[in-house]
């Protein structure tokens, strides 16, 4: 957006500074719709699984990735049975936790949605038809992965590590609700930390492609490095200065 933002609508998400852009966006002439960021706390009570009877276990993205890695007895199970399944994963930050446990990935997806994991995983070597396989997944997302890797022949298993938590449920309903109704011309994030949320807002498909056709609008080039990282395509990034709120492609 340039210059006057008179007639756009802006979803800002999870802000630090959420009081200062939402003035200066609804200054401008702009219709600022909220999105809170959730907290992601694990599932104290997941119990690991035997790993050993899948061919194909896949993580689902960063923050399963990590939750699962605080499950000390699930986390030492896999790494017994690394060498005799294949590891799939959602992103490279995710795929480096993997690397970091001594763990090789055989298949890495650097996109957030969940049908990318599900086509790469197809036209992987033998397909999927009948092969057993795990997928690590936030309560956010456990559903629409499971469904996809289903419809490409797998019979999955889930394992439910972590869950979004949000301070304000019925802020989160309404500013769905406010975004689906109507085109979101541009998507304000501040920092790297709060876009590393976006898979798990994306993890409903008719919202990440509402973004995806948005622009993103970031307070420095790191954050929208963090963007483009996550696999996210939106129209376009912009990258504004906290100063004085100029511009830059």
Known sequence: MNGSDEGYTSALFAARHKAD????LTFAGARVIELPVPRIVPVVNADPRDFGEFDWIVFSGIFPTRAFFELPSASDSLIEFADSVRIGVVGNQAADMLRKQMIHCDLISDESRVEAIASDLESYEGGLGGIALLAIAGDWN????????????????????CAAKYDDPASVSRGRSLALGGAIDAVHIESPEEAEFLPVLFAENRIAQLFCDSTFECADALTALRVRELGIAPASIRVRTKKDGHEKP
Not at 21 to 24: A, Q, W
Not at 142 to 161: E, H, I, K, N, Q
């Open 21 to 24: 852009l939402i003035g200066g």
């Open 142 to 161: 456990m559903s629409a992965v499971s469904a996809s890797l289903s419809s490409a022949g797998a019979d999955v298993s889930t394992f439910c590590c």
